[in-house]
Protein backbone atom coordinates (compact mmCIF):
# COMPACT_ATOMS: atom_id res chain seq x y z
CA UNK A 1 0.00 0.00 0.00
CA UNK A 2 1.05 3.26 -0.96
CA UNK A 3 1.06 5.59 2.08
CA UNK A 4 1.07 8.70 0.00
CA UNK A 5 -2.17 7.94 -1.92
CA UNK A 6 -3.74 6.53 1.49
CA UNK A 7 -3.27 9.87 3.01
CA UNK A 8 -4.78 11.46 0.05
CA UNK A 9 -7.80 9.27 -0.01
CA UNK A 10 -8.39 10.03 3.58
CA UNK A 11 -8.14 13.69 3.67
CA UNK A 12 -10.56 13.29 0.40
CA UNK A 13 -12.82 11.16 2.17
CA UNK A 14 -12.81 13.88 5.00
CA UNK A 15 -12.87 17.21 2.89
CA UNK A 16 -16.36 15.03 0.79
CA UNK A 17 -18.28 14.36 4.30
CA UNK A 18 -17.53 18.01 4.85
CA UNK A 19 -18.84 19.05 1.65
CA UNK A 20 -21.89 16.96 1.90
CA UNK A 21 -22.96 18.29 5.29
CA UNK A 22 -22.04 21.90 3.97
CA UNK A 23 -24.01 21.72 1.35
CA UNK A 24 -27.34 19.81 3.03
CA UNK A 25 -27.28 22.74 5.46
CA UNK A 26 -27.45 25.31 2.87
CA UNK A 27 -29.64 22.97 0.72
CA UNK A 28 -32.09 23.59 3.89
CA UNK A 29 -31.63 26.92 4.13
CA UNK A 30 -29.74 26.50 8.22
CA UNK A 31 -26.50 27.24 7.00
CA UNK A 32 -25.86 30.60 8.50
CA UNK A 33 -23.27 33.61 7.46
CA UNK A 34 -20.28 32.25 8.91
CA UNK A 35 -16.26 33.22 8.53
CA UNK A 36 -15.05 29.58 7.05
CA UNK A 37 -18.23 27.57 5.08
CA UNK A 38 -20.40 28.12 2.43
CA UNK A 39 -20.70 30.85 -0.64
CA UNK A 40 -18.73 33.59 0.86
CA UNK A 41 -18.15 35.88 -2.38
CA UNK A 42 -19.12 39.84 -1.48
CA UNK A 43 -22.68 39.50 -2.88
CA UNK A 44 -23.29 36.27 -0.86
CA UNK A 45 -22.00 38.02 2.05
CA UNK A 46 -24.32 41.36 1.57
CA UNK A 47 -26.54 39.80 4.02
CA UNK A 48 -28.21 37.18 5.67
CA UNK A 49 -30.86 36.88 3.12
CA UNK A 50 -28.40 36.69 0.16
CA UNK A 51 -26.13 34.10 2.11
CA UNK A 52 -29.20 31.62 2.40
CA UNK A 53 -30.04 32.00 -1.29
CA UNK A 54 -26.36 31.63 -2.37
CA UNK A 55 -26.16 28.48 -0.13
CA UNK A 56 -29.50 26.73 -1.16
CA UNK A 57 -28.54 27.21 -4.44
CA UNK A 58 -24.78 25.69 -4.22
CA UNK A 59 -26.47 23.23 -1.87
CA UNK A 60 -27.16 20.84 -3.96
CA UNK A 61 -24.04 20.96 -6.13
CA UNK A 62 -22.15 21.18 -2.76
CA UNK A 63 -24.10 17.87 -1.83
CA UNK A 64 -23.20 16.13 -4.84
CA UNK A 65 -19.74 16.87 -5.08
CA UNK A 66 -18.80 15.77 -1.41
CA UNK A 67 -20.50 12.24 -2.94
CA UNK A 68 -18.12 12.48 -6.15
CA UNK A 69 -15.25 13.06 -3.55
CA UNK A 70 -16.60 10.63 -1.27
CA UNK A 71 -16.66 7.79 -4.28
CA UNK A 72 -13.70 8.33 -5.77
CA UNK A 73 -11.36 7.94 -2.18
CA UNK A 74 -13.46 4.72 -0.92
CA UNK A 75 -12.60 3.54 -4.55
CA UNK A 76 -9.52 4.35 -4.43
CA UNK A 77 -8.74 2.64 -1.24
CA UNK A 78 -11.06 -0.40 -2.33
CA UNK A 79 -9.02 -0.86 -5.20
CA UNK A 80 -5.58 -1.00 -2.95
CA UNK A 81 -4.65 2.91 -3.48
CA UNK A 82 -5.49 2.99 -7.11
CA UNK A 83 -4.65 6.77 -7.77
CA UNK A 84 -7.39 6.82 -11.02
CA UNK A 85 -10.43 7.23 -9.03
CA UNK A 86 -8.53 9.35 -6.70
CA UNK A 87 -7.88 11.72 -9.27
CA UNK A 88 -10.86 11.65 -10.65
CA UNK A 89 -12.87 12.09 -7.58
CA UNK A 90 -10.56 15.60 -6.67
CA UNK A 91 -11.26 16.85 -9.77
CA UNK A 92 -14.96 16.17 -10.39
CA UNK A 93 -15.21 17.20 -6.64
CA UNK A 94 -13.82 20.77 -7.19
CA UNK A 95 -15.15 21.19 -10.48
CA UNK A 96 -18.87 20.91 -9.30
CA UNK A 97 -17.89 22.69 -6.36
CA UNK A 98 -16.91 25.90 -7.89
CA UNK A 99 -19.64 25.13 -10.55
CA UNK A 100 -21.95 25.76 -7.64
CA UNK A 101 -20.56 28.86 -6.15
CA UNK A 102 -20.40 30.48 -9.25
CA UNK A 103 -24.60 29.44 -9.79
CA UNK A 104 -24.57 30.81 -5.94
CA UNK A 105 -22.88 33.99 -6.69
CA UNK A 106 -24.94 34.63 -9.41
CA UNK A 107 -28.14 34.27 -7.22
CA UNK A 108 -27.21 36.47 -4.67
CA UNK A 109 -26.03 39.02 -7.41
CA UNK A 110 -29.50 38.87 -8.73
CA UNK A 111 -31.00 40.20 -5.21
CA UNK A 112 -31.76 43.76 -4.58
CA UNK A 113 -29.09 45.55 -2.27
CA UNK A 114 -30.17 45.78 1.13
CA UNK A 115 -31.32 49.22 2.31
CA UNK A 116 -28.83 50.75 4.84
CA UNK A 117 -29.43 51.06 8.42
CA UNK A 118 -29.81 54.16 10.35
CA UNK A 119 -27.08 54.52 12.96
CA UNK A 120 -28.55 53.97 16.80
CA UNK A 121 -29.82 56.67 18.30
CA UNK A 122 -30.62 58.67 14.87
CA UNK A 123 -34.14 59.73 13.77
CA UNK A 124 -33.65 61.36 10.76
CA UNK A 125 -32.91 64.65 11.88
CA UNK A 126 -31.36 66.96 9.56
CA UNK A 127 -27.53 66.99 11.12
CA UNK A 128 -26.03 65.45 7.62
CA UNK A 129 -25.08 61.84 9.34
CA UNK A 130 -28.45 59.99 7.48
CA UNK A 131 -26.35 60.93 3.92
CA UNK A 132 -23.31 59.08 4.68
CA UNK A 133 -24.76 56.37 5.71
CA UNK A 134 -27.15 55.87 2.39
CA UNK A 135 -24.36 55.74 0.30
Known amino acids: MNLAVTTV ?3 V ?3 GVSFGVIGG ?3 RGTLRRNRFFGVRTEAAMRSDEAFTLANKVAGLPTAVAGLVGLVGAVTSLAMHDSIVPLGV ?3 GMLAIVVAGAATGT ?3 EAMP ?3 PTLPAGCAGCACGGCSLVKR
Do not use: H, M, R, T
Open 9 to 11: SVV
Open 106 to 108: KAA
Open 13 to 15: LVV
Open 89 to 91: GIV
Open 113 to 115: EPE
Open 25 to 27: LGL
